[in-house]
């Protein structure tokens, strides 16, 4: 079964430190898509980034970066320079690739992340 | 605009009281599903939906039902509400195309006294 596990329940920090964001996945699936997405206070779920199993480059959009390690199960997301509109509870996801066709995604528990001005 | 809709969005009703959740979207998907969301647990899928009259059961489904008869709607039925069902409930769709990028509704608060 597939599981993911995001250690971290709340982070703190103070506006333009960087945050980075665990997350560590379990499948037996060789073939996977991995998610972070966002939830502002308003509630609403924001799609940020996705990663399939076959590429493990790391990238960076804007002031989002993610560290996609397959040899340790981990797919980490980093915000640079945070700012007060960061905060919200960001989400990691798996969706295993026969899975995927019935659109389930295995959601780790979240991290509040709170950006102090 | 693309979009996925649910109504209502707060629902606050009593115990054995049916009740349904609407969730419709404008983007001809294939794909539909329930999620619903509670502390610490993250989302957990509770019933999903393949194509019309094609559904399945996700990790959740106990006490729910929902019905595809239409390609754009996926309501979630509620036969008699519990207190732990109170949740913040999400709709999903996504196409038959291979980026798995799901659109999630803006959720649906339900407390069930």
């Known amino acids: 079964a597939q599981k993911v596990t995001q250690a971290q329940t709340e982070i703190s920090v103070v506006e333009k430190e960087d945050v980075t964001l665990d997350c560590v996945y379990e499948?037996?699936?060789?073939?996977?898509?991995l998610f972070w997405y966002k939830q502002p206070p308003s509630g609403e779920l924001v799609f940020l980034i996705r990663?399939?199993?076959?590429?493990?480059q790391n990238e960076i959009s804007g002031r989002y970066s993610w560290n996609f390690q397959k040899s340790t199960s981990s797919f980490n997301f980093t915000i640079t320079a945070s700012q007060v509109v960061d905060s919200a509870v960001y989400f990691c996801?798996?969706?295993?690739?026969?899975?995927?066709?019935?659109?389930?995604?295995?959601f780790g528990g979240g991290t509040r992340v709170l950006v102090k001005p | 605009e693309a979009q996925v809709t649910q109504n209502p969005r707060y629902l606050i009703t009593v115990t054995g009281k049916k009740l349904t959740v609407t969730c419709s979207q404008n983007?001809?998907?294939?794909?539909m599903s329930w999620y619903r969301q509670d502390p610490g647990l993250g989302l957990r899928q509770i019933y999903y939906?393949?194509?019309?009259?094609?559904?399945d059961k996700g990790d959740v489904p106990e006490g729910y039902k929902v019905s595809r008869k239409e390609k754009r709607n996926f309501p979630l039925i509620l036969e008699s509400p519990s207190p732990n069902q109170t949740s913040l409930y999400f709709c999903?769709?996504?196409?038959?195309?291979?980026?798995?990028?799901?659109?999630f509704g803006p959720g649906t608060r339900l407390t069930v006294t």
């Open positions: 499948t037996r699936d060789t073939t996977y898509y």
């Open positions: 996801a798996l969706s295993e690739y026969l899975k995927a066709a019935g659109n389930k995604l295995t």
């Open positions: 990663r399939n199993s076959f590429d493990e």
């Open positions: 999903a769709s996504r196409g038959s195309g291979g980026t798995y990028e799901q659109y």
């Open positions: 983007m001809n998907h294939e794909y």
């Open positions: 939906s393949m194509n019309v009259e094609v559904t």
